[in-house]
């Protein structure tokens, strides 16, 4: 293992930049206050495990303040009934027209959506820094990856905003007919700690693009970024109310929003356990509808003609099905990754290398830390081998070394359970495709799963008898905005990204009247 | 004491000269002036005081501008921008000593000082710039200085003043061409009217030409070199281009004026009368097309000498600018009609005046309407013309002619009545690109050769642009191909492309204005309108496609059997494109966003009547960062350029916009070539129908919006307006009154709604158009003439050219029609089927019509309504294809099947 250096205070050879926090205050109706209760929660450095901020508190009083000034900002305000695009009238040319039709060009969904976007290009840096103190998320990463992706979300529903399509039908009878695509109204929005920016913008986006207004309550671990962002929003003229941001914690704040009878929409990132008591609430509430994207346990099935560093490369926390042949080879390489795989401050750009790296490897608080080490003690206890890592490391924070099992059965609570560590699976030796694709499917996720062969025919093959949401053929983690991302069974309903989840927030309407006289139908 | 190191010793006008020549003015104003003299010039006492005169004040000029160099000097500290943009000494003078020492501009009222515009660029110019206060004495001596410019200039407004008045006694004919200002200045320079009767014409020209400053107050550099001729009215409402050709006629002219002052041949100024005439026909003829006319004649009053001075009074109540200025400064543009002169009498019938006195009078009066209307003074009608009186006293007061307007008018009502005598409507633009776009490089064509593109305002050129042929089309095809085959534009993310076009989108709005004050120029559509609106809707195309890029989806089909079967939507390789002039920058944007948004080149083809905005924008694109090659931009010739393109065996697409007849050519080409796929977007006689539950007034503005907007070169253009018989009499008196009230003029003048046509073959096209109307019966009830471009027809059978043929002009032609059935099959009775337009309030009749419509767009109770999403292109003979909106994308993607079997799926 090497050892990289567990405290970020002593560094050497790269810079921790300096963490300023601006925001801390709940963001209601465009402006930063405190909870009504005046209570905050402390967020901590989980390099360190020492306190950044005092985040102000949000609980059932102020997403009811956050939900008010979303349905104000919907039923009255100007950002559902912006177009598109304001079309200019080119037949009309008074001065005074002009102006005032420059003036309106401006108030416009896309336009202000690029601009926000912009403005993330803008503050990528600052933006990145507030994810790496606050999520453990590797600096370099943040920098060049999640944080321009966000921009890059933003940018993709900015275009699709004015290309929200209705559809005229053909009637069976003598009927004109015709469906519009209206915003669905005020959007609750629960987002996890895992890509705090990511997800954040897989919800808020397409929500802010189709009209809705939203009210969002980011993880309690991971708030900063998430005010951060509205500071930006509002920067970019996002009208007032139109995204509200009430950091708080699950059973507070989190069921106000799922329980609430003026959200017309609930959309929650995080584990099955809380999909089920969010769906729930909903469903005792205003039957709201729900999507929600939750746990999966992937699996990546390596055939035996795979090209066995790729494979090793690809696969980062997924639960492996290996064909028998080439198990060992794989085995042993993926150890060796592990052990080079460097743990570290992640504001040290050499902890990016190693696939390892690109998932957390630091975990985000305590609970977590201390949930992934008793998976690797039941792990062991239930009879899998474990072939390297398993500890934790470093004095300080809480940092945990890549660990592989091998040896894993599919009933073993590892091999089942989310664990969402730096651990990996090696389970069961597979003989043929069809056992390859049964024990793949045997699990009550159907999230993703990957393929790695070069054979065609298996490729179209599995990818279709795999009952998950995405499929990843010699590649993983290939996420991009404009690939619906979402769950089969207990992983959830719903896509993320894409024009699908457009729909999301979107209502249809139908609209048919009578024909006379018409030459055709 | 002071002054002294002030000025220079050298020529300061002495106090006593000064107050010598006050005296003898005053003096000179008591006596009356015996026109009876019938000796020399020389001895005429008047003449020898005006000559006194004159020469004092070209010295009081010289002062003047002496001490003004000295305040710029002292004040640069203070205000360092304040003379880049006062330019005028005496204005100059006055600002500097309204603001003193104040550092807050804000807390100075310039109000009758300086134009508003002036007055708001100072005040924040003032604030983005680091001026620092003068010291008291600076202060001080700056200040006295201002009070003795500002002293000098009153001397010489009095003087001016005496002698205008009493000029036109000396040399009546010289001052009927050249005002008497100048006229005085002319006299002054040459040394009397004798030397200057002996002069040769051309050095008459060069007179007062090296000080241009004394006289001119202009710092602006003239661009060949005219003296004191280049003060008068007529050569500053000459377009620049005209002016060397203005100028030596107007010496020309003035000259032989001179000689008859000089023999005192002509004393009623009539002979003058008829020279200045003469430089208006010589004009005219160079403005082409473009000869905006009045219909009464105009003449210059040298009679009514007391009319003459209440009105110079009226004149100089305004506050800025010199006194004695008055000729030099303001101008505007010749060929800009006279709205107000063209409303009075509308029906007059061409054949009560002899044909060719009309014309004459009409160029000359176009040239004249910018003297009229600025100085009332110096005009008044001709006795013995068909429209004097109380109609030509009218056109004095432009301002009046508004009262009558029609109440549903959406004319901008302050326009025709606003001061002329705005800034010179001078293009603020500069003309950076005029050779071919080829491979990332702006190159000359193959054969060297340089076409004009012309103004339409006066026909005149404003740029030689390199005029490519087929060889050039070959290159740029290369070009494309190469950045097509191995390039990385189609091989780039689309997210990348999408960033190229949205960099490409701000670039546009950052340099909206220029954009569009070229486009404005070259084709003459109103400025307003493609400032305020099509400059924007590039902008927003770029946008709406640069936002497709990232969303070209395939569809991933359920095949019948074991398969899997998807669908991948390619770029199709490299497009040809042929856009056309009537909305150069627009059509370039339909074309140019979807084909790059989809990953293909282009090569595309420019009208060679309007090159330069695309030349402009695709410069601004290789800016926003599109690799060399991606789009290239030849001008040049339909049979030439085009036809190349069209035939080229290495384009794999061509997208057109223009004429039915040469679709039909393009169409042939791509067949005799490579079988390219074409899209064709041509002409249309699109139907506006109004029936009778119709909202009329509304219907009215949108029915005349919807035929003359944009000159009426429009493909859409509702150019068949169908009127239901129970309101066809309102309509047609409505649409009438809103013809009529349409404002026809320089395109870059603000409020004004329609432009030039575009070139003298369209118009006389039109003209023809409007001829064979008559000829056929039809009834000519407003317009028809080339004076206001406005063409207005009732009462045509279906069966005539007029309602069957696109006139592409500012004809609207009105038909009455019973019910429903008949006017649809009217209005489908045409081989062209792009757009129409239904108004009606009965959603019944709305959706009957939408769908019996044989139409690519109708429009219900609105027209003209183009968004990006909205797909656009034409039934029948008007085209085949579609553009805008996802549909215009497939124009440019190949759709590619790609199967292969699937084998023990769980599902297919």
């Not at chain 1, 696939?355 to 008793?374: F, G, I, M, N, W």
Request: glycine share 8%.
């Amino acid at each position: 293992m090497a050892a990289a250096n567990g405290s970020s205070e002593k560094h050497e050879g790269f810079e921790v930049p300096k963490v300023e926090v601006k925001f801390t205050k709940l963001f209601i109706n465009g402006h930063f206050v405190d909870a009504l209760s005046g209570k905050t929660f402390e967020t901590r450095d989980p390099r360190t495990g020492e306190v950044i901020a005092r985040i102000a508190e949000g609980d059932k009083a102020d997403i009811d303040l956050a939900v008010k000034a979303a349905r104000e900002a919907f039923d009255n305000g100007p950002w559902p009934r912006m177009t598109g695009y304001i079309r200019p009238t080119i037949y009309c040319i008074h001065i005074e027209f002009i102006f005032v039709s420059r003036q309106r060009v401006e108030q416009e969904r896309g336009r202000i959506l690029h601009r926000f976007a912009d403005l993330i290009d803008q503050h990528i840096e600052e933006l990145a820094i507030l994810d790496t103190v606050d999520a453990g998320k590797l600096f370099m990463v943040g920098k060049l990856r999640d944080i321009p992706g966000a921009a890059h979300l933003l940018r993709y529903y900015a275009g699709a905003a004015d290309k929200i399509h209705g559809a005229t039908l053909k009637m069976s009878q003598r009927m004109q007919a015709y469906t519009l695509k209206e915003p669905v109204g005020v959007v609750g929005h629960i987002v996890p700690w895992n890509y705090p920016s990511t997800m954040y913008f897989f919800k808020v986006s397409p929500a802010l693009a189709a009209g809705c207004t939203v009210v969002v309550k980011p993880a309690e671990q991971t708030p900063l970024s998430a005010l951060f962002y509205a500071h930006l929003a509002k920067a970019a003229g996002v009208p007032d109310g139109v995204l509200n941001v009430v950091p708080g914690f699950g059973p507070t704040a989190g069921a106000a929003v799922a329980s609430h009878m003026d959200i017309d929409k609930l959309s929650f990132t995080g584990s099955t356990e809380v999909g089920r008591l969010v769906m729930e609430a909903a469903a005792k509430s205003n039957l709201k509808p729900v999507s929600l994207e939750l746990g999966g346990k992937s699996p990546v099935i390596v055939f035996d003609d795979a090209d066995v560093d790729m494979a090793v490369n690809l696969v980062n926390f997924a639960t492996y099905t290996n064909k028998e042949g080439i198990y060992d080879a794989f085995v042993k390489k993926a150890a060796e990754l592990a052990k080079k795989s460097v743990v570290g401050d992640p504001f040290n750009p050499r902890v990016n290398q190693g696939p390892q790296a690109r998932t957390s490897q630091c975990h985000v608080d305590k609970d977590q830390y201390e949930k992934v080490l008793k998976y690797i003690d039941i792990g062991q206890r239930e009879g899998a081998t474990l072939v390297t890592g398993g500890k934790p490391c470093g004095d300080k924070g809480y940092y945990i070394e890549p660990t592989i099992f091998t040896d894993v059965k599919d009933d073993m609570t590892i091999a089942q359970d989310e664990i969402f560590g730096p651990v990996m699976s090696l389970i069961i030796k597979f003989k043929t495709v069809e056992e390859a694709i049964q024990k793949a499917n045997n699990t009550r996720y159907g999230l993703a799963a990957g393929i790695v062969t070069k054979n065609i025919d298996i490729a179209n093959m599995v990818s279709r008898s795999i009952r998950a949401g995405v499929i990843w053929i010699n590649c993983y983690f290939a996420f991009d905005p404009d690939a619906p991302f979402g769950g089969y069974k207990m992983s959830g309903f719903g896509k993320d990204m894409g024009m699908d989840a457009l729909e999301k927030y979107l209502q249809t309407k139908t609209v048919a009247t009578p024909l006379y006289n018409t030459p055709w139908l | 004491m002071t002054m002294m190191c002030v000025l220079p010793p050298s020529r300061p006008v002495s106090l006593t000269a000064r107050a010598d020549a006050e005296l003898r003015i005053k003096d000179a104003l008591e006596r009356d002036i015996s026109d009876s003299n019938q000796g020399s010039i020389l001895e005429d006492q008047e003449y020898q005081l005006i000559v006194d005169c004159n020469a004092l004040s070209v010295d009081i000029d010289n002062e003047i501008t002496i001490v003004h160099n000295f305040i710029r000097d002292k004040y640069k500290l203070k205000h360092p921008v304040l003379e880049s943009r006062v330019h005028h000494p005496i204005d100059y003078a006055r600002v500097v000593q309204k603001i003193g020492n104040e550092m807050d501009l804000t807390l100075v009222d310039f109000k009758g000082i300086l134009p508003s515009a002036d007055i708001m660029w100072i005040t924040m110019a003032e604030s983005t710039t680091s001026g620092e206060p003068l010291s008291e004495e600076n202060l001080a001596k700056t200040i006295e200085a201002c009070d003795r410019a500002l002293n000098l200039d009153s001397t010489k407004k009095k003087i001016l003043d005496f002698l205008e008045r009493r000029i036109v006694h000396v040399a009546p004919n010289l001052t009927a061409i050249v005002g008497s200002a100048v006229a005085s200045k002319l006299l002054g320079t040459a040394g009397g009217l004798e030397a200057l009767a002996k002069m040769p014409a051309c050095n008459v020209l060069l007179l007062g030409a090296k000080k241009k400053n004394l006289s001119g107050f202009s710092t602006a550099t003239v661009q060949f070199r005219v003296g004191y001729l280049q003060q008068t009215e007529i050569f500053q409402s000459t377009p620049p281009s005209l002016r060397p050709q203005a100028s030596r006629l107007i010496a020309a002219k003035s000259t032989l004026a001179a000689r008859i002052d000089s023999i005192r041949g002509d004393r009623t100024g009539k002979a003058g009368q008829s020279l200045f005439e003469e430089i208006g026909d010589g004009l005219g003829k160079g403005y082409g097309l473009l000869g905006q006319a009045g219909s009464g004649k105009l003449r210059v009053s040298t009679g009514e000498r007391k009319l003459i001075s209440k009105n110079s009074k009226r004149f100089k109540a305004k506050n800025y600018g010199s006194s004695g200025s008055r000729s030099g400064l303001a101008s505007s543009l010749a060929f800009t009609p006279i709205q107000g002169m063209e409303l009075l009498n509308p029906f007059t019938d061409a054949s009560e005046l002899p044909g060719s006195y009309h014309m004459a009078a009409r160029r000359a009066s176009s040239i004249l309407c910018r003297r009229l209307l600025t100085r009332p003074a110096a005009a008044s009608l001709a006795g013995d013309s068909a429209l004097a009186g109380a109609d030509g006293a009218r056109a004095l007061l432009p301002g009046t002619l508004l009262h009558g307007r029609h109440r549903f008018s959406t004319a901008p009502a302050a326009v025709t009545g606003a001061a002329p005598n705005d800034e010179p409507i001078q293009p603020s633009v500069e003309i950076k690109h005029t050779q071919l776009l080829i491979n990332g490089n702006f190159v000359d064509a193959a054969s060297g050769k340089t076409f004009s593109t012309l103004d339409p305002r006066t026909g005149e050129a404003i740029a030689r642009v390199a005029e490519g042929d087929a060889e050039d089309i070959n290159r740029a095809v290369a070009a494309a191909r190469r950045a097509f085959d191995e390039g990385p534009w189609p091989r780039m993310s689309a997210y990348d492309r999408c960033r190229v076009l949205l960099r490409f989108a701000d670039l546009i709005e950052a340099h909206a204005e220029e954009i569009a004050a070229l486009e404005t120029w070259d084709s003459g559509k109103p400025l307003e309108q493609a400032a305020g609106a099509e400059v924007p809707m590039v902008a927003r195309f770029v946008r709406y496609y640069a936002g497709w890029a990232d969303k070209i989806h395939g569809l991933v089909v359920p095949a019948d059997g074991p398969h899997h079967a998807q669908v991948l939507h390619e770029p199709i390789g490299v497009a040809g494109q042929i856009i056309p002039w009537n909305f150069p920058l627009l059509m370039f944007a339909w074309k140019v966003a979807p084909a790059l948004a989809c990953g293909n080149t282009v090569v595309l083809k420019t009208a060679e009547q309007t090159p330069l905005s695309a030349l402009y924008v695709a410069s601004l694109l290789h800016e926003a960062g599109v690799p060399e090659g991606v789009l290239n931009v030849v001008s040049g010739f339909g049979p030439t350029a085009g036809a190349a393109l069209c035939s080229h065996m290495d384009v794999d697409k061509l997208a057109f916009t223009g004429s039915t007849g040469t679709g039909k050519i393009i169409l042939e080409l791509a067949a005799r070539s490579n079988l390219k796929p074409v899209t064709l977007e041509l002409g249309g006689k699109s139907p506006f129908v109004v029936m009778d539950d119709a909202d009329v007034d509304q219907a009215v503005e949108l029915a005349h919006h919807a035929v003359f907007f944009n000159q009426g070169q429009c493909c859409c253009a509702g150019s068949r307006t169908f009127v239901h018989e129970r309101v066809y009499d309102e309509f047609v008196d409505k649409s009438k009154a809103r013809a009529l009230n349409r404002v026809v003029g320089d395109p870059f003048r603000k409020g004004v709604e329609q432009g030039p046509q575009i070139d003298g073959e369209q118009f006389k096209k039109i003209l023809q158009y409007v001829k064979s109307g008559v000829d056929t019966g039809a009834t000519l009830v407003a317009g028809g003439d080339r004076v206001g471009d406005k063409g207005f027809y009732v009462h045509p059978t279906d069966e005539m050219k007029i309602a069957q043929e696109e006139i592409f002009g500012p004809v609207q032609t009105i038909l009455k029609f019973r019910g429903v059935e008949e006017v649809i099959r009217r209005a489908n009775a045409t081989p062209y089927g792009l757009a129409a337009g239904v108004f009606t309030r009965s959603l019944d009749v709305a959706n009957t019509m939408a769908r019996a419509l044989r139409a690519g767009t109708v429009w219900i109770n609105c027209y003209d309504v183009f968004d990006a999403a909205i797909p656009f292109g034409g039934f029948k003979m008007s085209g085949v294809g579609r553009e805008k909106g996802p549909y215009g994308l497939r124009n440019y993607l190949q759709t590619k099947s790609v199967v292969t079997p699937i084998r023990d799926a769980a599902w297919l």
